[in-house]
């Protein structure tokens, strides 16, 4: 079965970086595309950023265009999110997601547990 | 940008009757040149993470129980659940994903009267 781990999350500064990792199984990792989206502690999704399954398009949330970057490794079965200059409003769990296709175009049909990053002095 | 807005925020609904979810975009999530609407449904029980319900507008993901349903075209959804059961209390959220970024409705609470 499809299995995504979260790991990297932790508590950071403000203005430090921090990387997530998304470790998939259980699916041929480099047929789809992958997001990942975070959920600020009691409110809403909101979707960050998307690559596509052979990394050829990416796409990001307004909100942290420019500090964060979505990459991935299809030879580890690896999804990563690069969070740089990181601010008080990132704070947030953040789910790695598998999307339903190969483009970015598709929606979201499995989710892993979601690891929390909290940004605090 | 695409803003997705839900109605009503929250709902209570008695057990075995029918509640339903309101989804509107800002824009249309049509696409022409394969007629599918870029349009789904989620659900999230408290401390889980999200469930994909529905996908392209209207088709079930597989395991998802029949009493869930999609609906609409265009701008305009609806999510509808047939007949309440008691595990289906959740925040329910649409999301489009026919123009980047993919933005996720606000969300709506489903509990029992």
């Known amino acids: 079965q499809v299995q995504l781990v979260e790991s990297g999350g932790g508590v950071v500064q403000p203005g430090r970086s921090l990387r997530l990792s998304c470790a998939a199984s259980g699916f041929t990792f480099s047929d789809y595309g992958m997001h990942w989206v975070r959920q600020a502690p009691g409110k809403g999704l909101e979707w960050v950023a998307v690559m596509s399954n052979d990394g050829s398009n990416k796409y990001y949330a307004d909100s942290v265009k420019g500090r964060f970057t979505i990459s991935r490794d299809n030879s580890k079965n690896t999804l990563y999110l690069q969070m740089d200059s990181l601010r008080d409003e990132d704070t947030a769990v953040y789910y790695c997601?598998?999307?339903?296709?190969?483009?970015?175009?598709?929606?979201?049909?499995?989710w892993g547990q979601g690891t929390l990053v909290t940004v605090s002095s | 940008d695409i803003v997705m807005t839900q109605s009503p925020d929250s709902l209570a609904v008695s057990l075995g009757e029918r509640a339903t979810i309101n989804c509107r975009s800002s824009?249309?999530?049509?696409?022409?040149?394969?007629?599918?609407?870029?349009l789904g449904w989620y659900q999230q029980k408290p401390g889980q993470p999200p469930k994909l319900l529905i996908y392209w507008a209207s088709t079930r993901e597989s395991g998802v129980p029949d009493r869930f349903s999609g609906s609409g075209s265009g701008a305009e959804f609806t999510l509808t659940i047939s007949s309440l059961q008691a595990e289906d209390v959740a925040v329910y959220y649409c999301q489009q994903y026919y123009s980047s970024p993919f933005t996720f409705g606000p969300g709506t609470r489903v509990d029992i009267k």
């Open positions: 824009q249309s999530v049509l696409h022409s040149f394969n007629s599918k609407n870029y």
């Open positions: 997601a598998k999307g339903g296709g190969s483009s970015c175009y598709f929606y979201v049909n499995c």
